[in-house]
């Protein structure tokens, strides 16, 4: 059973009709890149898929449960197990980089502090992070905020990670890390959705692809799909033929 469903969902602003009935899954332990030109709404379907947008009509299914109507109470649950890594890292400002990863295990967990700093310590030295525990987020680089975010985003273990445009900005080394950080977790079995125009990390990250053009999924396929048929869709969109 795919661990994410959508299924003919659509959504509106206003007078704009974004999603016209997008349907899309995600197998247990896969990595599917989410593509698309700018303002097509690839956000959106990654917001909703943790309550934080609501479709107009359709279905969202989170590990067979149909998440759509839930309350923000309900939806607590869904959130532990799935994690969102904003593009902006979105950390607390003043809270110092302990304080980020401490803060979900200390509303969401009943460690004690030492598990609690035995867990962060963990995840900073994973995340080759060491040494800033007492930092702020202003004074980190652009791409260590970002390292930061990811780590928060996954120290509660989740099930799944949403990941938002997190390569955007950075230079080559922290793209890197990120793409590294993201094959570790799909080693260990998380399901994720990757939203990017990054076409390279894209192709090192992803095990399927699926094209958002005018409102619905218009072809979806594996890395090695796109090679066998470079006259496709989203080859052509890839290329700047199509849809950009």
């Known amino acids: 059973m795919a661990v994410i469903e959508v299924k003919n969902f659509t959504k509106s602003f206003g007078s704009k009709k974004v999603h016209r009935g997008v349907n899309l899954s995600v197998e247990p332990g896969e990595c599917l890149g989410l593509i698309g030109g700018s303002g097509v709404g690839k956000s959106v379907i990654l917001r909703s898929l943790i309550g934080l947008e609501k479709p107009d009509s359709g279905e969202i299914?989170?590990?067979?449960?149909?998440?759509?109507?839930?309350?923000?109470?309900?939806?607590?649950?869904?959130?532990?197990?799935?994690?969102?890594?904003?593009?902006?890292?979105?950390?607390?400002?003043?809270?110092?980089?302990?304080?980020?990863?401490?803060?979900?295990?200390?509303?969401?967990?009943?460690?004690?502090?030492?598990?609690?700093?035995?867990r962060i310590h963990s995840q900073l030295e994973e995340f080759g992070l060491l040494g800033n525990h007492s930092v702020y987020p202003s004074q980190l680089s652009g791409g260590m905020q970002k390292r930061v975010g990811l780590a928060r985003s996954i120290i509660m273990g989740p099930k799944v990670v949403l990941y938002d445009e997190p390569t955007a900005g950075l230079d080559p080394y922290n793209t890197k890390k990120i793409q590294e950080m993201i094959l570790r977790l799909k080693a260990r079995g998380v399901t994720s959705v990757f939203v990017t125009h990054d076409m390279p990390s894209v192709y090192a990250v992803c095990?399927?692809?699926?094209?958002?053009?005018?409102?619905?999924?218009?072809?979806?396929?594996?890395?090695?799909?796109?090679?066998?048929?470079?006259?496709?869709?989203?080859?052509?969109f890839i290329n700047g033929i199509e849809g950009a």
């Open 207 to 236: 095990d399927r692809i699926a094209l958002l053009l005018n409102g619905e999924i218009q072809a979806s396929g594996t890395v090695q799909d796109l090679e066998r048929d470079p006259e496709g869709l989203m080859q052509r």
């Open 61 to 118: 299914f989170i590990d067979g449960e149909e998440i759509s109507g839930w309350t923000e109470r309900q939806l607590v649950e869904i959130r532990k197990k799935v994690a969102y890594v904003f593009q902006n890292g979105a950390l607390f400002d003043s809270m110092t980089v302990y304080d980020n990863l401490a803060y979900p295990l200390r509303e969401h967990t009943p460690l004690t502090e030492k598990e609690i700093g035995e």
